[in-house]
């Protein structure tokens, strides 16, 4: 588990969104291609920066209404 | 891409000029409206409205759509509602013109039907009155007769007595005329007995006897136009004059006064008459009204297709007014822009049109129609579906796009949803609005044919919307661990809680990986969780911000590339892509980069990237806490060369644009208008409206330091904007998580039968109060930061917004506008 992960899912991504960029349906191809790949872009920011920003964290969670088991 | 599709850019439009011989003039029109895809202009911008060709036409029709208007009137105040056709079906039956013959017949059967309804109309007002009338007296004779057979006829017997006593005055009049004129009977509106007392009582300083008797049925006011309370009325008093007075101020009241006679046996004579009266007026306004009723059924069924009819074609003379009318060619002269896509297929339905009709007429009478070249800026003409309607028309509100311009209602189809759904973020509320939007998806065909109210109109136009944003909500709900504000542990937490420690220790996690997908559970609940949320949350939402403003910036480089324009790239596009992103960029890089380094491995201080920003402005060179190595030089560098872009970005398309107005001073002045031979207006004397002015170096000046200003700032307040998408998910998530520990979660403490009723009913109370206030309002505000988000910060990057929408003349949208 390492940034690593963020450039697999990256290509991963993108192979996606080529994928259906070459499928896309014929009708309203246009608004499939520009939605999806957007959708998926934004999708996959989304998860890269909340992945991230835990891979070092600089605090750790901390509660004291914990019980011992 | 294909350029069908025009979602991209608007559709290349083309002029076209229309030659249609007058006899068919009308038809083919027609055909056109149903077509739907030419925008007429209007070729006689300089002749009144009054004074044009189809006026005395439009007139008739005019006059025949008021008379329908007031068909509906009648209809309403007699109940009855015309059952409506609705727009599609109307169109689909109704393909062809209608004969002149046909015309002339709808005109005379409305003037025809309107005389006869007002005829029936006014029998039964007349009738009513007179019902009334009857009706009125009916009351007053049969209170009076109650009245008088009582005891308080003994105050009549009295006043008959004072009357007799002064009869002894030689100018006394016979009894029997004064006994019946010593009194007033009548009736008058509840409300107003009072006054009518009150006045009496005055005028005649409380010389009279006043009696009244309530009505117990309402009856009919002339006045109010409705049925009112009313009351029956009997003063007694004496002397003529006096009763004269009396009178005035009853009739001033609005009272109705009856003649009643005094001798009860007359009374009863009275009464049979004007019962048997009332019968008979009873009976023919029955009848009457039975009529007039019928007749309005019968019309009621058809009148929503009359209308329509008549609406479309008056919409027919209204077109052809602004054409150009040749008497000599006899013909007429159309001009307008059409899809050049669809060029052929009006060729066809204008051929169809001819052929069809040139049978009817001895010669054939082709229908001529040529593209012309022209300077003139054609409209901006989108191709929508239903999907990317509501998108269109989110974004033609804030402007419309110059012609062939990137269209930012494409992009905004998934980035407006999705920014949405940053501030939204949570799987079940995003669930809720995706159930609701579903419904209205799946049900679309049966919804469209209802008939809606406003906020459900709105809805429904955008359902596809709704249904985009609950979905990116459900998923940036799961990115952020929130169901309806409880987080799922789906994957192993990236953290564990030491095992050894007391209860009450104040414990710290230690990390033993990274949660795969999404916000660590481990946060839920914890001490600390605000301050690593506002730290992701942040962050996230300024690289997102900066993502979006910088692909959006994107669409101002292929613009300058579509338009040809090197100077736009040059003067505009790079300098302003170097300053946006030397700087924010710059500072987005530099977030990833402080996430991927492990500070605490190294066991360096984690540099505050705020402090950087500003010492990167306020002591260049310096550095307090290392990032990266060489970052001293890096900084300078960014620095410089935003600075540098800021004269550029001044500078640079002013100068152009004086070196072309010298060269264009020094080549010789050619006559560059290319008279087009098609263009068989040329030589009519038809007014341009379009202005094409010259422009100075002065404005391009003033233009282009506005630019910069406006850039630069810009870049520093839009990237701050964006952190409304921290600052609405933080409130989103914080106020749902009150809602649940106010509700349920506090409900759960309780046992027995009565702690699951509270249950019970604190889950009904959690669940409205989710829908309405998290899901409904915060929805709705979260829908508007997103809409200012790409009308503001998005679309100022590369939007120009200078275009005219295309209307087409159609008669879809004609008969779906609202009625005035």
Redesign the interface.
Request: with cysteine; net charge negative.
């Given at each position: 588990m390492s940034g690593y992960t963020v450039l697999g899912v990256m290509i991963v991504t993108i192979i996606i969104g080529s994928t259906f960029w070459k499928f896309a349906p014929k009708q309203d191809q246009t608004v499939w291609r520009s939605t999806v790949s957007l959708s998926l872009a934004m999708m996959f920011l989304m998860w890269a920066f909340t992945y991230l920003c835990q891979l070092h964290p600089l605090v750790a969670p901390r509660r004291s209404d914990m019980r011992p088991e | 891409?294909?350029e069908s599709?025009a979602?991209?850019r608007s559709a290349e439009m083309s002029m076209i000029q229309l030659y249609i011989p007058n006899e068919i003039a009308r038809e083919s029109i027609y055909s056109l409206g149903s077509l739907g895809l030419v925008e007429f202009r209007d070729l006689n911008k300089n002749v009144n409205q009054f004074q044009r060709t189809f006026v005395d036409e439009i007139r008739q029709l005019d006059n025949v759509e008021r008379q329908y208007r007031f068909l509906i009137k009648l209809m309403e105040e007699n109940g009855i509602t015309p059952p409506e056709t609705l727009a599609e079906d109307y169109e689909a039956s109704h393909k062809n013109a209608l004969t002149t013959s046909q015309l002339d017949e709808i005109i005379a059967n409305a003037q025809i039907l309107e005389e006869r309804v007002t005829q029936l109309a006014d029998a039964s007002e007349t009738l009513l009155k007179k019902q009334i009338y009857l009706k009125q007296y009916q009351q007053v004779l049969s209170t009076s007769d109650r009245y008088f057979s009582s005891d308080v006829s003994k105050d009549l017997n009295e006043l008959n007595e004072n009357e007799n006593n002064n009869s002894s005055d030689p100018i006394e009049t016979p009894s029997s005329s004064s006994s019946s004129s010593n009194f007033i009977t009548g009736v008058i509106p509840r409300d107003k007995i009072a006054i009518l007392e009150k006045i009496l009582w005055r005028v005649l300083r409380g010389n009279l006897l006043f009696k009244t008797f309530e009505i117990e049925k309402q009856m009919y006011d002339k006045k109010a136009k409705e049925y009112v309370n009313k009351n029956t009325f009997v003063i007694f008093s004496h002397g003529e004059m006096i009763l004269e007075r009396i009178r005035k101020i009853c009739e001033s009241l609005d009272a109705d006064i009856y003649f009643v006679e005094s001798d009860s046996k007359l009374r009863r004579n009275q009464q049979v008459q004007i019962n048997d009266k009332l019968t008979d007026v009873t009976n023919v306004l029955e009848t009457t009204n039975l009529t007039l009723q019928t007749e309005l059924r019968v019309i009621s069924s058809e009148i929503d297709d009359w209308i329509k009819c008549v609406k479309l074609e008056k919409s027919v003379f209204v077109t052809m007014n602004k054409c150009h009318y040749d008497l000599n060619r006899k013909c007429l002269i159309g001009e307008g822009w059409v899809p050049t896509d669809e060029l052929l297929n009006i060729q066809t339905t204008l051929e169809d049109c001819s052929n069809q009709l040139s049978s009817n007429v001895s010669s054939n009478v082709p229908i001529i129609m040529n593209v012309v070249n022209t300077t003139k800026t054609p409209p901006t003409y989108h191709k929508t579906?239903k999907?990317?309607d509501a998108f269109q028309s989110m974004c033609d509100s804030y402007g419309i796009a110059t012609y062939r311009e990137v269209n930012a209602a494409?992009?905004t189809?998934?980035?407006f949803p999705?920014l949405f759904a940053?501030m939204f973020g949570d799987l079940g509320h995003g669930f809720i609005m995706f159930l609701a939007a579903l419904c209205l998806v799946l049900n679309e065909k049966s919804i469209g044919r209802m008939k809606r109210d406003e906020i459900f109109d709105m809805a429904y136009s955008g359902r596809y919307i709704l249904l985009l944003m609950g979905l990116?909500s459900m998923?940036?709900g799961f990115?952020y661990n929130d169901v309806f504000s409880i987080s799922m542990s789906l994957f192993k937490s990236?953290?564990e809680?030491p095992?050894?420690?007391?209860?009450?220790?104040?414990?710290?996690?230690?990390?033993v990986?990274?949660?795969?997908?999404?916000?660590?559970p481990?946060?839920h609940?914890?001490?600390?969780?605000l301050?690593?949320a506002n730290?992701?949350k942040m962050?996230?939402s300024i690289?997102?911000g900066f993502?979006h403003m910088s692909y959006s910036y994107m669409f101002s480089l292929v613009n300058a590339i579509h338009f040809k324009s090197m100077i736009n790239i040059v003067g505009n596009f790079i300098p302003g892509f170097i300053f946006m992103h030397g700087i924010f960029g710059y500072l987005a890089v530099c977030i990833?980069y402080k996430?991927?380094?492990?500070?605490?491995?190294i066991d360096k201080p984690?540099p505050s990237l705020l402090n950087m920003l500003i010492n990167m402005f306020l002591a260049p060179g310096s550095v307090d806490e290392q990032l990266y190595p060489g970052q001293a030089t890096v900084q300078v560098f960014l620095l410089i060369a935003a600075l540098i872009c800021v004269p550029c970005l001044l500078l640079i398309k002013p100068l152009w644009f004086r070196h072309q107005l010298k060269q264009k001073s020094i080549a010789l002045p050619t006559d560059d208008v290319e008279n087009d031979d098609n263009n068989l207006l040329s030589n009519l004397d038809i007014v341009d409206d379009e202005e094409h002015e010259e422009e100075t170096f002065g404005d391009i000046m003033i233009h282009q330091v506005i630019h910069t200003i406006e850039f630069c700032l810009n870049c520093v307040s839009h990237t701050a904007s964006y952190l409304r998408l921290w600052a609405l998910s933080l409130a989103h998530a914080q106020l749902s998580q009150v809602l649940w520990s106010m509700t349920i979660g506090s409900s759960f403490y309780f046992k027995g039968f009565g702690g699951s009723l509270f249950v019970f009913i604190m889950f009904g109370m959690w669940f409205v109060l989710t829908v309405c206030i998290l899901v409904v309002m915060e929805g709705t505000s979260a829908m508007l930061h997103a809409l200012r988000l790409h009308w503001v910060e998005s679309m100022s990057k590369f939007f120009e917004g200078e275009g005219v929408p295309y209307t087409p003349y159609s008669f879809t949208s004609l008969l779906n506008e609202p009625a005035e």
């Open positions: - | 891409m294909s599709e979602i991209f579906n999907f990317t494409l992009p189809a998934a980035t999705f940053i990116f998923y940036t990115l990236g953290w809680w095992s050894d420690f007391k209860e009450g220790d104040n414990i710290e996690a230690y990390k990986g990274t949660y795969i997908i999404g916000l660590d481990a946060w609940g914890a001490e600390n969780t301050l690593f730290s992701y962050k996230l690289l997102m993502i990833v996430w991927c380094v492990d500070w605490v491995a984690a």
